[in-house]
């Protein structure tokens, strides 16, 4: 057996597996000497690839020489550079019969991703293909616009500018400033639907959208908004940095340029919260620019069209991503296709279920004739893209302590609840909690964790308990709950602390302690706060503990009353 080097996978022709954990081995025949000893340094090897799923193959590959070589390597035990540059990591090597990896690393595109691009021809299918299917099967959403669609009525809210005939015939105005303003609102209402589409889904996202342009209609109107205004109304939606950045960037478009989006990728990448996918996004559906998007479903589409099984995450193969979607735009409809791309990956070429006969790329599709070959050298075409590992979320402890204050007057019809603010940055950066103590080990006792809220009370809020500023009426750790970030696991133990103050107080007004912002709400205002998924979850708990102790405690006067 001869050692060969990993980037033999990418010359490979595609042999994917139908286990991840199928391996194969390969084994050299023989040398073309005349082709070794030519002056630019190549050479075709006969191969025999045996693999453990029961197959035989042989295959010819070109061979070049490593750099500073005078000619191709030769030798059972040399490492040499096969077709493209040497990895930095060293694949894994059986000891006896040479290098064994896995099937998958072998998968690539047409056999060679030294060649990955698409020929004129299937461009042409490919755009021609997924533009007709996008307008006859696109799903008709809030933010979206298609002048080519086949629907008669294909608007969602039946705005101004959502009010579409039929093939197209009603558009905007092509030319002066009539097209510009209409553009700088698609530029806005892109922008806002595609930061919240994130890493969230379409279903979710549809209420939240309307329900920010109804507050915040253009540019203009955002930029006056405050932070909690804004995280109000983004509450329950999660990524809270996406908010913050919506409003920084629309604060930026309006004090820096003059309330006008930028038109080229590069100028509005300046933007705040606006990446490469944004950028794209914005710059080809509102301004036709002809510029690629590259997200998870268009990763999908691309891994199975040239089946592609090298990891999506790496640095190399998202270049690769972003090439491959630059050649495929449209340069006439280059938004629709973006989004057709995006549509087809969300709805018909999903991660799991895709249906392959629905396809209108089918043909072009190269994991789909892998999966048709006889040897069934492809389960599925759910073997692309790979499946990578993501890392175990870690896990952190912390004492949440619901802190309730009785009504400080007659006048008063409710007690209040303290809340707390985050860190302007970070995790959940800004947003409003309950007071909350870390705790250094996941076998805590109830009393080690009250006890970590009394020492947050007093030295981060300035709290004393029992001593003149607050009597304690009630103390009790009443429930657990786990709230999962995309990171981080979050244990928390829940306490409920019912304190008398002595000295009225103007409780509206926030105070500051250690840098920590607090301030006291009425429990009839805590629903219209915009409070995170987790927060929410804690003060439904509490509620329905606190509600039914209250209706115990009227039933026990009723009898009393009786009696």
């Given amino acids: ?121 299937e461009v042409m299918a490919i755009r021609t293909g997924l533009l007709s299917w996008y ?40 030319s002066g400033d009539a097209a510009t303003d209409f553009e700088g609102e698609r530029a806005y209402a892109v922008w806002v639907s595609e930061i919240m589409l994130q890493q969230t889904r379409v279903a979710t996202v549809i209420s939240y959208y309307q329900r920010w342009m109804s507050m915040w209609p253009t540019v203009h ?43 080229t990728v590069e100028e509005l990448q300046k933007v705040p919260g606006i990446g490469s996918y944004t950028a794209g996004a914005i710059g080809s559906i509102a301004f036709k620019q002809a510029v690629p998007v590259v997200d998870g479903n268009v ?42 791309l995006m549509e087809l990956g969300a709805t018909t070429c999903t991660p799991t279920s895709p249906s392959c006969t629905s396809c209108p790329i089918s043909s072009q599709c190269t994991a789909l004739k892998l999966v048709s070959r006889v040897e069934k050298k492809v389960a599925s075409v759910t073997c692309f893209p790979m499946k990578v590992l993501k890392s175990a979320p870690r896990e952190e402890y912390v004492a949440v302590c619901i802190v309730e204050r009785e009504a400080q007057s007659k006048t008063e019809a409710t007690s209040s609840l303290l809340l707390v603010q985050r860190p302007l940055k970070g995790l959940l950066a800004g947003l409003w909690e309950f007071p909350s103590a870390p705790l250094g080990t996941p076998d805590s006792s ?23 500023s607050y009597s304690v009426i009630k103390r009790e750790e009443f429930g657990t709950y786990i709230h999962v970030f995309s990171h981080i696991r979050l244990h928390m133990f829940i306490q409920w602390l019912q304190l008398r103050r002595e000295v009225v ?29 987790g927060v929410k979850k804690v003060y439904k708990m509490f509620s329905a503990l ?9 039933t026990k006067r009723k009898r009393s009353k009786v009696v």
């Fill in 546 to 554: 606190r509600e039914k102790q209250l209706t115990s405690k009227a």
């Fill in 221 to 263: 109107a955002l930029a006056q908004a405050s932070q909690e205004e804004v995280n109000t109304v983004w509450a329950g939606l999660g990524y809270y940095r996406r908010a913050r950045f919506l409003l920084e960037g629309a604060k930026k478009v309006v004090q820096d340029l003059g309330g006008k989006f930028p038109r």
């Fill in 299 to 340: 990763i999908r589409v691309l891994c199975r069209l040239r089946a592609i099984s090298l990891n999506p995450k790496a640095s190399t193969t998202v270049k690769l991503f972003w090439a491959l979607a630059s050649q495929l735009v449209d340069d006439h409809r280059p938004g629709d296709f973006n989004q057709a």
């Fill in 135 to 174: 307008d006859r099967n696109h799903r008709v959403l809030p933010w979206r616009i298609n002048l080519h669609s086949c629907f008669e009525n294909p608007s969602y809210s039946g705005g101004e500018h959502d009010e579409i005939c039929k093939g197209g015939k009603k558009e905007a105005s092509s």
């Fill in 505 to 533: 107080e103007d409780k509206n007004a926030p105070r500051m302690q250690s840098s920590v912002v607090s301030k006291w709400v009425d429990l009839d205002s805590m629903n219209n706060l915009g409070l995170t998924t």
């Fill in 446 to 468: 109830e009393e080690s964790r009250l006890t970590a809220m009394d020492e947050y009370l007093h030295d981060i809020l300035g709290i004393e308990l029992g001593r003149g």
């Fill in 1 to 121: 057996m001869v050692m060969l080097d990993r980037a033999l996978c990418r010359v490979l022709p595609p042999m994917a597996p139908t286990t991840r954990s199928a391996r194969l081995s390969v084994e050299v025949l023989g040398v073309n000497s005349k082709a070794a000893s030519s002056s630019k340094g190549g050479g075709v090897m006969n191969l025999v690839v045996k693999g453990d799923v029961g197959y035989e193959e042989e295959r010819s590959l070109k061979v070049y020489k490593a750099k500073g070589s005078g000619k191709a390597e030769k030798g059972s035990q040399r490492r040499g550079r096969i077709g493209v540059k040497k990895d930095k990591k060293v694949a894994p090597v059986d000891s006896e019969d040479g290098m064994v990896m896995d099937m998958e690393d072998f998968c690539s595109s047409g056999g060679s991703l030294a060649e990955p691009s698409f020929s004129e021809s």
